[in-house]
């Protein structure tokens, strides 16, 4: 389900392409470091994205070096690292695991339940490190699995269950600014949920797989040709609420950056979705 916080890379200055590379790689070494290695195959672009706040509104001390990377053909990397990237590497973590468990229980492939496995007690570290969080995503799955059971129509309870699990993630610790980044991350766990439902809306149409897209669209009627307008004024809706958060922090360090992801970024993947599926609708 995520993966969708990206930035627009066009729309950046190089300096800052090569800043959000850093961070990223940062992520991506954390994961190593803490993890097994092959535990990099799950790090996603969203919880680059959470390093990006935490450290723009906590300004930590942070390491900054370069080192050989495999992916990039042994080039050397540049990489920042400070300590909510570790903090983003344990998320990243806990929420794959829960997601592989989510997958093997609904689609029964083997392959998911082998992975989960290899996770777990990298996830049980995290758990007893991180309670809350934790408790978060285990409360998430049980009331997402009512709603799949009720067939619930209305995408917004849901999409809401999944902004309470991102808030708590975005809430690294409590204090003055627990309630800014609770609802920053709230409304972005509803952006990614809906845009997941929108990705996969002619999929699930077909297999009959829950999304409650589908479920609100056929209920109030909703024909085709005004279905692309519902979910973009839906998703716009939502993410203006993130950005309207964002903009009450304090943060100066990486605040291009973020405006790129808020702004432009999540887009992008929004983009490439609608003209996926114009042109599968036109190919009918």
Known sequence: MFGYITVNKEELKIKEWKEYRAYYCGLCRALKKNFKNG???TLTYDMTFLILVLTGLYEPEAKCYRQRCMVHLGQKEEIYQNRYSFYAADMNVLLSYYNLLDDWED?????????????ERSCQRVAKEYPRQNQAVVRYLELLKQCEKQQEKNPDLPAGYTGELLGEIFVWREDEWRDSLFHMGYYLGKFIYLMDAYEDLEKDKKSGNYNPLVLYFREKGIKEEQREQTCYQILRMIIAEAAREFERLPILKNSEIIRN?????????YERIRQKRVKGITEK
């Open 261 to 269: 992801i808020l702004y432009s970024g999540v887009w992008m993947n």
């Open 39 to 41: 535990v990099r195959l």
């Open 107 to 119: 689609e029964r492939k083997t392959g998911r339940w082998m992975l989960a496995k290899w996770l």
